[in-house]
């Protein structure tokens, strides 16, 4: 029940920024200059920066000290 407002929230942004950029339409109906650096930096550069916050911020598992060493007595063989 608490991410309704949240949920709300980011609707009425959506719907404010599809507002916003329906009108920059209106009132500049040319197309604008494709710049083939800035299109490859705007679709690259932002999975890129959240890859590089994810892998820094991820805890690295710390490995058992059972795996490093073998077990003594458990080896399935008889001690007789």
């Not at 604008?32 to 892998?55: D, K, N, Q």
């Amino acid at each position: 029940m608490a991410k309704l407002p949240y949920l709300l929230l980011y609707w009425v942004l959506a719907l404010v920024m599809s507002a916003a950029l329906a009108a920059a339409g209106g009132r500049w109906p040319e197309p604008l200059p494709i710049w083939p650096p800035l299109v490859w930096g705007l679709l690259l550069l932002p999975p890129a920066l959240m890859t590089l916050l994810l892998l820094l911020r991820w805890p690295l598992p710390s490995a058992p000290p059972a795996a490093t060493a073998p077990l003594r007595g458990d080896g399935g063989e008889s001690s007789d």
